[in-house]
T-cell receptor, first 112, second 115 residues
């Protein structure tokens, strides 16, 4: 199993550009989440999904969109990048609410 | 909305010292509790978790945590730390049903163990 994979690992964007961060898992997990990690602020939940076709907002959803058309994939879209979105983004998955959450390797995004 | 608080942002201690990291959460319903660790340059890994039963939970690498329901706390402990325990530690809470089964993380505690 590859576990949770994320692409790209690094990305630099200009303000106003859009892009999609890819996330895939091969563990057949129902739950998938996107977090951003910023110094001193821990991990903040952006969006999450409890199954294909079901998504919901986390703590900091503004400026981001998600969709979950398959169990395996959970892409995160930045609609119009802003410098405040400079961060490290982690995708994660778990089977259910009691399961260990498995994290991807992260995407380091810089918005100029 | 549920929230998770970790009281110490930075902890510096010497090898063989004891470690205790505080974690409090705000949700009043049924919760699952987790501690994750992030070693330098790596992504998060599970240290231990609590669902029910014995409130004292043992995890990997000699870590343990105690769930005190009346205090909404889930503090992490290790009796004798090693240099390799240098990492950032995150408490996380999954609150059921009304809170949407979201896994919410605290702000993290950076631990530096001096050799």
């Amino acid at each position: 199993n590859a576990g949770v994979t994320q692409t790209p690992k690094f990305q630099v964007l200009k303000t106003g550009q859009s892009m999609t961060l890819q996330c895939a898992q091969d563990m057949n997990h129902e739950y998938m989440s996107w977090y951003r990690q910023d110094p001193g602020m821990g991990l903040r939940l952006i969006h999450y999904s409890v199954g294909a076709g079901i998504t919901d907002q986390g703590e900091v959803p503004n400026g981001y969109n998600v969709s979950r058309s398959t169990t395996e994939d959970f892409p995160l879209r930045l609609l119009s990048a802003a410098p405040s979105q400079t961060s490290v983004y982690f995708c994660a998955s778990r089977q259910d609410s009691r399961d260990t959450q498995y994290f991807g390797p992260g995407t380091r995004l810089t918005v100029l | 909305a549920q929230s998770v608080s970790q009281h110490n942002h930075h902890v510096i201690l010497s090898e063989a010292a004891s470690l205790e990291l505080g974690c409090n959460y705000s949700y009043g319903g049924t919760v699952n509790l987790f501690w994750y660790v992030q070693y330098p340059g790596q992504h998060l890994q599970l240290l231990l978790k609590y669902f029910s039963g014995d409130p004292l939970v043992k995890g990997i690498k000699g870590f343990e945590a105690e769930f005190i329901k009346s205090k909404f706390s889930f503090n992490l402990r290790k009796p004798s730390v090693q240099w390799s325990d240098t990492a950032e530690y995150f408490c996380a809470v999954n609150a059921f049903k009304a809170a949407g089964n979201k896994l919410t993380f605290g702000g993290g505690t950076r631990v530096l163990v001096k050799p």
